[in-house]
């Protein structure tokens, strides 16, 4: 689905804030962002929907560490915007020769064998 970068970044500071605003009345709070599915996937190669993204959680609290894929657009566009980039990868995935993740509509996206996780 195509957003305009400035919705897109309006609807994600909602988001957080929203989120936030319930952990507290739980006592918590959000500690760190990670965008979810096809924002994710879209956000590590497209800059114009990382740089949304991370514009949201500037806006929202620049000391809130970002999660993605290491390499990805949107890791650089958080080291660029001064945030903190927290790298991360999944054991049970499959990954294209760029680092991206192989889609789950593909066969062998999901792992499923440990020796094979292992490796």
Do not use: C, W
């Not at 009345?25 to 956000?43: C, E, F, M, Q, W």
């Not at 560490?65 to 945030?83: D, I, R, W, Y």
């Not at 790298?87 to 499959?94: L, S, T, V, Y």
């Amino acid at each position: 689905m195509d957003v305009d970068p400035g919705e897109l970044t309006d609807e994600i500071l909602y988001q957080i804030s929203a989120l936030d605003g319930l952990a507290r009345i739980a006592g918590s709070r959000v500690r760190d962002v990670k965008p979810h599915g096809a924002l994710y996937n879209t956000a590590a190669r497209d800059a114009a929907t990382a740089v949304a993204i991370v514009e949201a959680v500037r806006t929202y609290d620049a000391s809130l560490p970002l999660l993605g894929l290491p390499g990805s657009a949107l890791l650089a566009a958080a080291e660029g915007a001064g945030l903190t980039p927290v790298g991360e990868a999944f054991a049970d995935r499959a990954y294209t020769p760029q680092g991206l993740l192989v889609s789950r509509r593909e066969a062998g996206a999901v792992l499923h064998d440990p020796d094979e996780i292992a490796q």
